[in-house]
């Protein structure tokens, strides 16, 4: 299923399942058994889900529907406990930024208030920082409560998976003294979505084209396949460390081709439009702009 929340005109967040080119409200089509937030939902657990799929016919996109084009998208999950996001994980990014592999994956914080949804700006004063760079990745979604989990069980706790755009401000990030958390959690620096793609439709995770598209020009073309840390590693690793929850993002990191290793140096510019596309998760795209 591709789940989204979406905002109807003059509505609050619902949440929906896309069939057909439709978004069928979910508590609607399950007669009220289905609650309007995507984080709610994924704490309602598998039952949840096997209601949202039997609610997901083309008959109730005709009678719950809104034509997808009509509606407002919004972060697949706008409210997650937490993002986690992994550095340097793919081997051409590491071989680009003249590092070397992580002897531990590297791990850092993007806080839930940067979070915005497909068609939403990405902002920034010039004041705070001149060199928004772009990253496309690909996030994966817990499913249920994950604390100690072993690698060999670790995509049962996965919901399933979204696109992310990881944007950096570079000079607070590596220049003005290290500071990854404040270089990457600037407001509207977390563009997620357009949909929750469940696992049941990515047969590998670890195959998957991952591109950015920056003005329709390809800068990054890589494939998860070059992941250095894999998905049940990264799970098996953060969930020792602290729990995860239902609806946390787990971002994995971004491949070669970022615009800060560019020569001469590429920097997002206002009026910009930038896609994530990763394959099987549809296109996250979002203008910037530069407001002082
Ligand atoms: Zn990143």
């Not at 993007?110 to 920034?124: F, L, N, Q, V």
């Not at 220049?175 to 696992?199: A, H, N």
Request: a negative charge.
């Amino acid at each position: 299923m591709k789940l989204v929340t979406y905002k109807p005109a003059g509505a609050g967040p619902q949440l929906g399942v896309v069939v057909d080119g439709y978004v069928v409200n979910m508590a609607e089509a399950s007669g009220g058994k289905l609650p309007n937030d995507m984080r709610a939902f994924l704490e309602m657990g598998d039952a949840a889900m096997q209601t949202a799929q039997a609610a997901a016919t083309v008959a109730n996109a005709r009678e719950f529907g809104a034509a997808l084009d009509d509606v407002k998208l919004m972060a697949p999950i706008p409210n997650p406990s937490k993002v986690v996001a992994i550095g340097l994980n793919y081997m051409d990014h590491v071989r680009e930024s003249g590092g070397s592999v992580p002897e531990i994956a590297t791990m850092f914080a993007k806080y839930p208030s940067s979070i915005i949804g497909p068609g939403d700006a990405i902002r920034w004063n010039p004041d705070v920082t001149s060199k928004v760079d772009f990253e496309a990745e690909l996030a994966v979604v817990i499913g249920k409560r994950a604390r100690n989990v072993s690698e060999a069980d670790a995509f049962d706790y996965i919901a399933g998976y979204m696109n992310c755009h990881d944007v950096s401000a570079r000079d607070l990030q590596i220049e003005r003294g290290d500071q990854w958390i404040m270089g990457k959690s600037l407001d509207t620096f977390c563009p997620l979505g357009p949909y929750l793609v469940t696992r049941d439709e990515i047969a590998d995770p670890h195959n998957l084209r991952v591109r950015c598209l920056v003005n329709g020009e390809a800068l990054q073309d890589s494939n998860t396949k070059e992941l250095i840390y894999k998905i049940p590693y990264l799970i098996a690793y953060l969930s020792r460390g602290f729990t995860l929850l239902p609806g946390d993002v787990v971002t994995t990191g971004t491949p070669h081709g970022v615009g800060a290793f560019r020569t001469p140096p590429v920097f997002l510019k206002d009026g910009d439009v930038v896609t994530v596309e990763v394959e099987g998760l549809g296109q996250l795209t979002n203008p910037c702009v530069e407001e002082g």
